[in-house]
């Protein structure tokens, strides 16, 4: 089956440093995927839908200069939390497209746990 | 993408049955019900969906009333391992479009 990976699966940093994940389709081509932030106790929220070569797409009011996104590849999307703060810290979860075999779904990955000290 | 209405949570003895119910009355025609469910600190993971026929694979049946305001999700025999957070979540199939999580039913299985 369709398998995405996620790295680091945490990470503590120190508030204003910058934090890159990264979000990798193992055995299928995504051309889009899409990047979730969790707080705790609560459900998931789409922050945007990142398409391979092109600009990201943002939710309304998540800062686009703060969550910088990068789909390089047809297989890697990066999410940057840059300048992080102590507010910034939640569980983040990419999903890719699967266009594959005729079945066009999305497959989510485990997820990075962000702390900011 | 329509809305969906799940209860809070759920408890379900271990063995039973677990039945899941979501409400969607303002689903379009051509909306599917997607289940996926959160174990802590996973990622989703994909259960089963369905447009308008009854669904079953290894993990659940899907019971999609006949009107399509809503559905039941079924774990026929529920383990430790599925105390879980179940979404149900209603959009146009086979486009690859985001997902608008509700806030789900959080389903506890009792020894």
């Known amino acids: 089956g369709a398998v995405v990976s996620q790295h680091p699966s945490w990470v503590i940093c120190k508030s204003g440093t910058s934090v890159k994940i990264e979000c990798r389709s193992l055995d299928f081509q995504a051309t889009t995927m899409f990047w979730y932030r969790q707080f705790p106790k609560q459900s998931l929220m789409l922050m945007a839908t990142s398409n391979e070569g092109s600009k990201a797409t943002y939710e309304q009011g998540v800062e686009k200069d703060k969550f910088l996104i990068n789909h390089a590849s047809l297989t890697l999307s990066t999410l940057t939390v840059t300048s992080a703060h102590p507010e910034d810290s939640s569980f983040y979860i990419c999903?890719?497209?699967?266009?594959?075999?005729?079945?066009?779904?999305?497959?989510f990955g485990p997820g990075t746990r962000l702390t900011v000290l | 993408d329509a809305k969906t209405t799940q209860p809070t949570s759920m408890d379900c003895a271990e063995g039973r049955a677990a039945n899941l119910p979501c409400n969607h009355s303002t689903i379009s025609g051509n909306e599917y019900v997607y289940w996926y469910r959160q174990i802590h600190s996973q990622g989703p993971q994909y259960i089963i969906h369905g447009l308008k026929n009854n669904e079953t694979n290894e993990m659940a049946s899907l019971i999609i009333t006949e009107d399509r305001k809503s559905s039941t999700l079924i774990l026929p025999h529920a383990t430790l391992r599925d105390t879980a957070v179940y979404y149900c979540?209603?959009?146009?199939?086979?486009?690859?479009?985001?997902?608008?999580f509700g806030t789900g039913t959080s389903l506890t299985v009792i020894p």
């Open positions: 979540i209603v959009r146009v199939a086979n486009t690859g479009n985001q997902f608008y």
């Open positions: 999903s890719a497209r699967s266009e594959v075999a005729g079945f066009n779904e999305q497959f």
